[in-house]
């Protein structure tokens, strides 16, 4: 059983960065791939991110693709999604997830969930 536990989201105007961060409680952190999920008002939650279990590979959604980048620090559980260059399109409560493999990008291959954190930007 792993806990996750988002926070860093907030309002920030567009061209801006925030840091999100995944902080996770339980068993074997460090075995499981961490992706980050988004969901914007009456839209599907969708893939943003994934990072290995040892943070040496990372693959990104195009939307994000050179503005965001994950990373993760086993010693402290902890997960992060730096973002960059913000634009009002990006605006969606983000999740991350942990799932046994790396690479994938569908909401069923991740076991757990957080609870979300909020990310507005604007224009």
């Not at 996770?24 to 994934?50: I, L, N």
């Not at 279990?53 to 050179?66: E, H, I, K, M, Q």
């Amino acid at each position: 059983q792993v806990q996750l536990v988002e926070s860093g989201g907030g309002l920030v105007q567009a061209g801006g960065s925030l840091r999100l961060s995944c902080a996770a409680a339980g068993r074997a952190f460090s075995s499981y791939a961490m992706g980050w999920f988004r969901q914007a008002p009456g839209k599907e939650r969708e893939f943003v991110g994934v990072i290995n279990w040892s943070g040496g590979s990372t693959y990104y959604a195009d939307s994000v693709l050179g503005r965001f980048t994950i990373s993760r620090e086993n010693a402290k559980n902890t997960v992060y999604l730096q973002m960059n260059s913000l634009k009002p399109e990006d605006t969606a409560v983000y999740y991350c997830a942990a799932g046994r493999y790396y690479g994938l990008r569908e909401l069923g291959s991740y076991d757990y969930w957080g609870q979300g954190t909020q990310v507005t930007v604007s224009s």
